[in-house]
Nanobody, 124 residues
Framework: QVQLVESGGGLVQAGGSLRLSCAASGRTFSNYAKGWFRQAPGKEREFVAVISTSGRSTNYAESVKGRFTISRDNAKNTVYLQMNSLKPEDTAVYYC?????????????????WGQGTQVTVSS
């Protein structure tokens, strides 16, 4: 069974940092693009960041550019999201995703595989 499992969420004060991890099991995702999305209460899911299979290409939502960094370790089948200078508006459930197409994930926000989500809460 294919699973993406997120961890690292929690409660942090504004200006603080968190590092999310997403470990994959059940198959190897080294040849899949990976991404992070988030959904705040009462809002639609939105794109946060995506990384190519090699890790050489990345893309970020304007709202997180310069504060968040996506990275991956293919040997560990894991993708990370380092979040710095967190703001209350970053509060959301964060989901990792994997798909064979970097472009599809970036343009449509769709992916073939999704994690169950991890809660990030930023207090003011």
């Amino acid at each position: 069974q294919v699973q993406l499992v997120e961890s690292g969420g929690g409660l942090v004060q504004a200006g603080g940092s968190l590092r999310l991890s997403c470990a994959a099991s059940g198959r190897t995702f080294s040849n899949y693009a990976k991404g992070w999305f988030r959904q705040a209460p009462g809002k639609e899911r939105e794109f946060v960041a995506v990384i190519s299979t090699s890790g050489r290409s990345t893309n970020y939502a304007e709202s997180v550019k310069g504060r968040f960094t996506i990275s991956r370790d293919n040997a560990k089948n894991t993708v990370y999201l380092q979040m710095n200078s967190l703001k209350p508006e970053d509060t959301a459930v964060y989901y990792c995703a994997a798909d064979q197409s970097y472009g599809t994930m970036l343009s449509s926000g769709e992916a073939g595989y999704w994690g169950q989500g991890t809660q990030v809460t930023v207090s003011s």
